[in-house]
Nanobody, 116 residues
Framework: QVQLVESGGGLVQPGGSLRLSCAAS????????MSWYRQAPGKERELVAS????????NYADSVKGRSTISRDNAQNTVSLQMISLKPDDTAVYYC?????????WGQGTQVTVSS
């Protein structure tokens, strides 16, 4: 069955960094666009970053542009999100997403808390 398993979340101090990873299985990973979304308490889920199937095209939300890097490894079926200069506003549950036409898969999410 399809699985997206996120890891790497936790408590980080403002200005710190972290790397989120998502391990995918159960589908042809290299044919899916991959994205990271996040949802803060009381807010709608929002797109953070996305990467094309071959990893060459990336897009970022304005709120994380310049502080984040999304990458994928089609040999390992993983996608990662490196974030630096973290702010309290980055606090949210981060979700891995895989999308191919009408197929849309989500992970269970990993909590990121930015606080001193």
């Amino acid at each position: 069955q399809v699985q997206l398993v996120e890891s790497g979340g936790g408590l980080v101090q403002p200005g710190g960094s972290l790397r989120l990873s998502c391990a995918a299985s159960g589908f042809t990973f290299s044919t899916y666009a991959m994205s990271w979304y996040r949802q803060a308490p009381g807010k709608e889920r929002e797109l953070v970053a996305s990467v094309s199937t071959n990893g060459k095209i990336t897009n970022y939300a304005d709120s994380v542009k310049g502080r984040s890097t999304i990458s994928r490894d089609n040999a390992q079926n993983t996608v990662s999100l490196q974030m630096i200069s973290l702010k309290p506003d980055d606090t949210a549950v981060y979700y891995c997403n895989a999308r191919y036409f009408f197929s849309n898969y989500w992970g269970q999410g990993t909590q990121v808390t930015v606080s001193s």
